[in-house]
């Protein structure tokens, strides 16, 4: 979601921002995989994302994408609802800081909040987010996530991402208190579009997901593409 993931915290030395504006993109995924786990049921999602930046450094926005449950022969959407503040720092870091609503259609019980915060360079960035109530469980949760971007060239970026999700209280029965995943990915802009192959791996399906999404266990891995069309 909004620029880019930002990051986690450190550092000092407010610098200005610049005008407001409103962005956005819609997008197609083979596979909608979110922390590890497939939220598509394995099958192809189509995303929409919108973002309102405001002058001072607030901003909100929001994102939808198709969700199923496995084994349900219905699906419905994922919606996001975020909200919160960045500040580029002197040291050229971006400090943000926020809250986001998950809400889902057709699974009601899962709607959950997080509070997160993050600290992002230009190719490294470090994210923390909490919810008091994870998806409905009564459970508090802290999802720790790594994300790195790299050039390759004048055409191709490589993307890295890896995540570790943790009951800090009222992990449900059968499920693991602290599960890892991670991903990596290769980009290239054309046609108007931003394109990406990206290799997918989780451990256990994210613990409380699994019971949760409907999600098998064991580790799983999985190959995603996507097309993203920004505007």
């Known amino acids: 979601m909004r620029r880019a993931w930002p ?11 610049a005008g407001a504006q409103l962005s956005g993109s819609v997008a197609l995924v083979s596979d909608y995989v979110y922390r590890g786990v497939s939220l598509s049921d394995g099958a192809p999602a189509p995303q929409l994302n919108l973002n309102y930046d405001g002058a001072e450094g ?31 720092l002197g040291s050229g870091l971006t400090l943000d800081g926020g809250v986001s609503r998950y809400g889902y259609t057709r699974a009601s019980g899962l709607n959950f909040n997080e509070l997160y915060a993050s600290l992002a360079g230009d190719k490294l960035g470090a994210r923390i987010s909490y919810s008091p109530d994870y998806l409905g469980q009564r459970a508090r949760t802290a999802y720790l996530e790594l994300n790195a971007n790299y050039a390759l060239g004048a055409s191709y970026n490589l993307y890295l991402h890896a995540g570790s999700f943790n009951y800090l209280s ?3 029965l059968y499920s693991r208190s602290h599960t890892l995943d991670g991903r990596m990915g290769l980009g290239t802009a054309w046609a108007g579009l ?10 256990g399906r994210r613990g409380g997901y699994a019971p949760a999404y409907g999600a098998s266990p064991g580790s ?9 069309r920004p505007f």
């Open 7 to 17: 990051f986690l915290l450190l550092c000092c030395g407010p610098v200005q921002h």
């Open 58 to 88: 607030w901003y909100v926005g929001g994102f939808a994408s198709r969700f199923k449950l496995q084994d349900d022969t219905r699906s419905g959407v994922q919606h996001i609802a975020y909200a919160g503040y960045a500040q580029r």
């Open 170 to 172: 009222g992990a449900p």
């Open 194 to 203: 931003r394109w990406q192959v990206a290799w997918a791996v989780s451990e």
């Open 220 to 228: 799983h891995s999985s190959l995603i593409l996507s097309a993203t």
